[in-house]
Nanobody
């Protein structure tokens, strides 16, 4: 059973930066995809960025040039470096892992960007 634990959320002013981390534990196959999604109040959950175990990233258009996703396979950890944050980035950020037939979610971490 795979479990995900996020950390690094918080309150930041517009233009600031935050770094989210997500550590996976349990029985993890080497081939997997990890990523970040977010859900703002009253909105559906949306993709932010994903990265394959081979290190290939994909980003939502609204974060290109501002956010960077990376991973450390030895630590089964994925990171999201968020720069130039905007109030519109305020949301709960969820870590996700797709491994084999399983789609695993973390509990989420709140990111609040003040204007």
């Amino acid at each position: 059973q795979v479990q995900l634990m996020e950390s690094g959320g918080g309150l930041v002013q517009a233009g600031g930066s935050l770094r989210l981390s997500c550590a996976a534990s349990g029985s993890i196959a080497s081939m997997n995809v990890m990523g970040w999604y977010r859900q703002a109040p009253g909105k559906q959950r949306e993709l932010v960025a994903i990265i394959s175990s081979g290190g290939r990233p994909n980003y939502a258009d609204f974060v290109k040039g501002r956010f960077t996703i990376s991973r450390d396979n030895a630590k089964n950890t994925v990171y999201l470096q968020m720069n130039s944050l905007k109030p519109a980035d305020t949301a709960i950020y969820y870590c996700n892992m797709i491994v084999g037939p399983y789609n695993v979610w973390g509990q989420g971490t709140q990111v609040t960007v003040s204007s």
